[in-house]
């Protein structure tokens, strides 16, 4: 990991990358920079960073399709901006969460 970065930073950079109407998971991203076991890093990362404006957090869910961070969204505004993407969400789930799934191991070769 390149001194000027720290970890919230990279997971960062990959969060920026991915695209409307997608979604990852929080070990998609940890896998994706060798953090191993580094899911719960990207967990906090997400949970801070809703003050940063270009950080679309609500795009990272659990390895399941749930929306585990809603609470630090407060209300329905994680499923709210997801279905604005065109993600359908029923209690909590993405539906058909496979073909929403974005992976950075793939799509950031």
């Known amino acids: 990991m390149p001194k000027e970065h720290n970890a919230f930073d990279l997971i960062y950079q990959i969060v920026r990358q991915i695209p409307v109407g997608r979604v990852t998971s929080y070990g998609a991203i940890a896998t994706f920079l060798g953090m191993k076991g580094g899911a719960r890093m990207?967990?906090?990362a997400m949970n801070a960073s809703h003050t940063i404006s270009d950080i679309p957090a609500h795009r990272v869910v659990n390895r399941n399709g749930l929306l585990t961070g809603k609470n630090f969204?407060?209300?329905?505004?994680m499923q709210e901006l997801l279905e604005s993407e065109g993600i359908r969400v029923e209690n909590d789930q993405i539906i058909h969460f496979e073909g929403h799934f974005w992976d950075p191991s793939i799509e950031l070769l």
């Open 42 to 44: 990207v967990g906090w």
């Open 73 to 77: 969204f407060g209300g329905n505004r």
